[in-house]
């Protein structure tokens, strides 16, 4: 496979990935740590990186923009839960530094 259709490939998994999350509105960034590790905050943070080195100039809010599909405090209000105090222990112990 030559590095183009590698890299269109690789962008098309990447926006179907996007889809998924706003598809999937119901999974709190807080399950996708406990559970994978990473969230859409992160996302965006490995966006805004990836275009620095390229010497794009995009700030951490339109990465969100772009990761939530909406400005971050309207998708926020609409959709963000309170975390549950299990949900919280759970971050807690997976982040805890020994």
């Keep these: 496979m030559d590095q183009q259709t590698r890299t269109e490939i ?51 809010e339109q990465a969100r923009e772009l990761v939530y599909g909406e400005p971050y405090a309207d998708w926020k209000e609409k959709h963000q839960q309170e975390a549950s105090a299990e949900q919280l222990a759970r971050f807690q112990a997976a982040n805890k530094k020994d």
């Design 10 to 60: 690789e962008a098309a998994v990447f926006r179907r990935l996007l889809e998924h999350l706003d598809q999937r509105k119901d999974v709190q960034n807080i399950d996708l740590m406990n559970l994978a590790g990473f969230c859409r905050n992160c996302l965006s943070k490995w966006y805004v990186a990836a275009a620095a080195q390229r010497n794009e100039d995009i700030d951490y």
